[in-house]
């Protein structure tokens, strides 16, 4: 039989702490899982669930991260403004010259 992918075993290991009220480390040590990967599991389920108040949730984490993305082309932009500003600004202030016949 395969080994169940990455999501499936955290939602099956998460789901057995959860519901069973065993130790992550019992839990942890039964499927093959490091306790603190599967604490940290854990943790963000009950953040997700709206049990505990100490940590983003997996909506805000990603939301988060989008915003950051967003912010950081922003900033890209702004600069690259700002240098065609002084670039223009510096085209109308130069003095024109009259071409000679």
């Not at 049990?51 to 983003?56: A, I, Q």
């Amino acid at each position: 039989m395969p080994a169940p992918r990455t999501d499936e075993l955290r939602e099956r290991a998460v789901r057995e702490v959860r519901s069973t009220g065993r130790p992550v480390a019992h839990v942890a040590r039964e499927l093959g899982i490091h306790k603190e990967a599967l604490r940290s599991w854990v943790r963000q389920a009950e953040a997700d669930a709206d049990e505990r108040d100490d940590r983003l949730t997996t909506a805000e984490r990603d939301e988060l991260k989008e915003l950051r993305k967003e912010n950081a082309e922003l900033r890209r932009a702004n600069e690259i403004l700002k240098a065609a500003s002084v670039f223009f600004a510096q085209e109308i202030d130069r003095p024109r010259t009259m071409p000679s016949r």
